[in-house]
């Protein structure tokens, strides 16, 4: 058995993070690895990562999505960043 240091790893993971957020959001479970804090259209959002205890910048420039905690491109939080963004731009509004 193995333990995993690092939960969102991959675009995947961040994408069904994103899932597990928006039910958890409507039921108010709150039993999500990732808290949204702070969300800027077209911006940056800043989230808390439960799995590694720190805070997660995503920086949106030019339409790219980069965590600047992972300095990458395609980890879980950009893709649940990725999906973030989606979810705002159909709803055009923001609910915490
Ligand atoms: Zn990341």
Redesign the pocket.
């Known amino acids: 058995m193995y333990e995993k240091e690092f939960e969102?790893?991959t675009l995947d993971t961040?994408t069904m993070e994103f899932m597990k957020w928006l039910i958890a959001k409507d039921t108010n479970s709150g039993d999500t690895l990732i808290v949204v804090k702070d969300y800027l259209d077209n911006k940056y959002v800043i989230m808390f990562?439960k799995s590694i205890f720190k805070d997660?910048i995503?920086d949106y420039r030019d339409g790219m999505s980069l965590?600047?905690?992972?300095?990458?491109d395609d980890?879980?939080?950009?893709g649940f960043a990725i999906c973030l963004k989606q979810n705002y731009d159909r709803d055009d509004q923001v609910v915490f």
């Open positions: 969102l790893d961040g990562d997660v995503i965590c600047m905690t992972c300095n990458t980890c879980g939080h950009v």
